[in-house]
């Protein structure tokens, strides 16, 4: 190992404890804690007092609970371009499940339209939104200082609108004045002009944001603008922020990991590891980083997804066409397979993963040999980029996903409890799908191949099997450590880990959990954490290779759960 990596706990930064809040905890209600900054603030229980929120545009709000708001089968979206949100909203780490929109209005999302507006430590879980021109999970558009802070989405946004529409995971456009910071999405997005966390921006400022969701062009859209994180953003300032999902564009515009177009925009400190794929026209532009960087700079960033489009496209490893200045930036010319770009330096995936790149500051980290440059500042709570293997020159991306969320089954589950190995199972499928471009496992379902809840059975099986070798279940004495005999030797020689653990339940029975291994990282020479996605929380958490128990986030909601065994799996390259 050559450089020091340091994971710190969730309960350390603001980020890490808006995002522990937010998990799938039990049934019983949480106290009503507020915010210190919210004194005076109506208390919101349930999704009546939600969506009459509208009554009182400029009023301060605070979540009191989690809130379903299911039970309203078409939500009106709070606020207009006409008479705009200027509140304040404090989620106070709650989450609002099930929101449901379906409308061709122009502004469309939980709020529709908000100006002077702050909103914080809220997540949309499992979010169906569809609107016309401007649609975003929490906003769909803002204008004016608006300051959004530690929110995060999950589900399906889209926009239908007359073109150009925009979509966004969380705004589906913004003005400048904007400051959006410590957040995420993981949301489908559809759009003209569509981004993982928003869709067009003429301005504004990002700041440790990242997305995970697939991000497509509509078939029939004239010029389109994709990108894992911003679909088009004029003017605007993005620092410590990066995208993993897969972008899908059309045969006119711009597409990449990060974003579709980035005009007289500075990007820093960034990256982007999902594929991008382009139509057949020399008027597509496609990049790892930026399909279009016209004026402004990238320093400080990469790209490692596979970039590709029909006869005609114009495609880069990092970026598809530039007028900007690019310093200290580089793609993987082998999971790109891209020899060249519009900008930047190629590198293969050993020397990426090898050492930080020349010009990379301390805000980096590396496991050398075991991951891609990671972000690791202070204020930085995530890691997703330590979530992937490479074999050969296919890169697998892995993402957390929450095994209790019912989106993530075709069919709603009475047994989510107990279906975390079918879960593990998904997320493997799913990198699958999205590196090798197989249709039917890009987004399966937890229930599709692998999980009976009628009968609470787990099993392997499907188009997965295709793609991946399942190892034999291996023990692990309970005074053992996790090393190179056991889960760190599969690790060193390109594997994936499933862990099994046990942990006590609230009536003082044991039960059995699973997560899947991605990494290990080191301290100086010495082994440090194990890094793994949980399906419990739907999030990323590090293990302590001693005491194989999880270290963060602090607040693990399975009491006592420890690693006792692990299966291997073994990818087949995809070249």
């Not at 410590?240 to 400190?269: C, E, Q, W």
């Not at 960087?293 to 495609?315: N, P």
Request: glycine fraction near 14%; charged fraction near 15%; hydrophobic fraction near 45%.
């Amino acid at each position: 190992m050559l450089r020091n990596v340091t994971f710190r706990s969730s309960a350390r930064s603001a980020f890490g404890a808006a995002a522990a809040a937010s998990l799938w905890l039990t049934a019983v209600a949480a106290a009503e804690v507020v915010s210190p900054q919210a004194v005076g603030c109506k208390l919101i229980r349930n999704a009546v007092q939600l969506h009459g929120m509208r009554n009182n545009l400029a009023g301060s709000y605070c979540l009191a609970n989690d809130i379903d708001a299911g039970s309203i089968v078409n939500f009106q979206p709070i606020g207009d371009v006409n008479s705009p949100f200027t509140g304040k909203l404090f989620g106070n780490g709650r989450v609002i499940r099930n929101l449901r929109i379906d409308s061709g209005a122009q502004y469309v999302g939980l709020f529709g339209y908000a100006q002077g507006a702050l909103i914080q430590d809220v997540g949309l879980v499992n979010a169906d939104i569809t609107g016309g021109s401007f649609v975003g999970g929490l906003i769909g558009a803002v204008n004016g200082t608006n300051d959004i802070r530690r929110v995060h989405v999950t589900g399906r946004i889209v926009a239908v609108g007359a073109a150009p529409s925009s979509a966004g995971g969380i705004a589906g456009a913004v003005a400048a004045g904007l400051a959006l910071t410590d957040s995420w999405s993981s949301a489908a997005v559809s759009g003209d002009r569509a981004g993982g966390a928003i869709g067009s921006a003429g301005g504004g400022i990002v700041t440790r944001v990242y997305a995970a969701g697939p991000i497509t062009c509509p078939a029939s859209s004239p010029l389109c603008y994709a990108g894992g994180l911003i679909g088009i953003g004029d003017g605007m300032t993005v620092t410590d922020s990066y995208a993993s999902g897969p972008v899908i564009g059309g045969n006119s515009g711009g597409f990449g990991g990060l974003f579709g177009a980035a005009v007289g925009t500075p990007i820093r400190r960034s990256h982007a590891l999902g594929p991008v794929t382009a139509g057949g026209s020399n008027n597509a532009k496609a990049g790892g980083l930026v399909g279009i960087l016209d004026g402004g700079s990238v320093a400080e960033a990469y790209a490692a997804g596979r970039v590709a489009g029909k006869a005609g496209a114009i495609l880069g490893g990092l970026i598809g066409a530039s007028s900007g200045t690019v310093t200290s930036a580089y793609w993987d010319t082998v999971t790109s397979d891209q020899a060249a770009s519009a900008a930047g330096v190629g590198y293969t995936t050993t020397q990426l993963r090898k050492v930080l790149p020349p010009g990379f500051g301390n805000s980096w980290a590396i496991t050398r040999t075991k991951s891609y440059p990671f972000l690791n500042e202070a204020d930085i709570d995530f890691a997703a980029p330590l979530a992937t293997l490479v074999n050969g020159g296919s890169i697998f991306t892995f993402l957390p996903i929450e095994q209790f969320e019912e989106a993530q089954y075709a069919t709603p589950p009475t047994a989510a409890g107990a279906a975390a190995l079918a879960a593990v199972y998904t997320m493997i499928a799913r990198a699958i799908g999205v590196t090798g471009n197989v249709k039917k496992l890009k987004d399966v379902k937890i229930d599709r191949y692998f999980w009976n809840d009628a009968k609470k059975v787990v099993l392997w099986r499907g188009p997965v099997t295709t793609y991946a070798t399942l190892g034999v279940l291996k023990t692990i004495a309970a005074g053992a450590r996790l090393n190179g005999s056991n889960v760190i030797g599969e690790m060193k020689i390109g594997k994936l880990v499933i862990l099994r653990g046990a942990y006590t339940r609230s009536n003082g029975v044991k039960a059995e959990h699973w997560l899947l291994g991605t990494l290990y990282t080191a301290l100086g020479n010495a082994l440090d954490t194990i890094v793994a996605n949980d399906p419990w929380t739907g999030l990323q958490v590090t293990i302590d290779p001693l005491t194989k128990k999880i270290v963060s986030p602090a607040n693990f909601p399975l009491t006592g759960f420890k690693v006792d065994g692990y299966r291997p799996v073994t990818l087949e390259s995809l070249d």
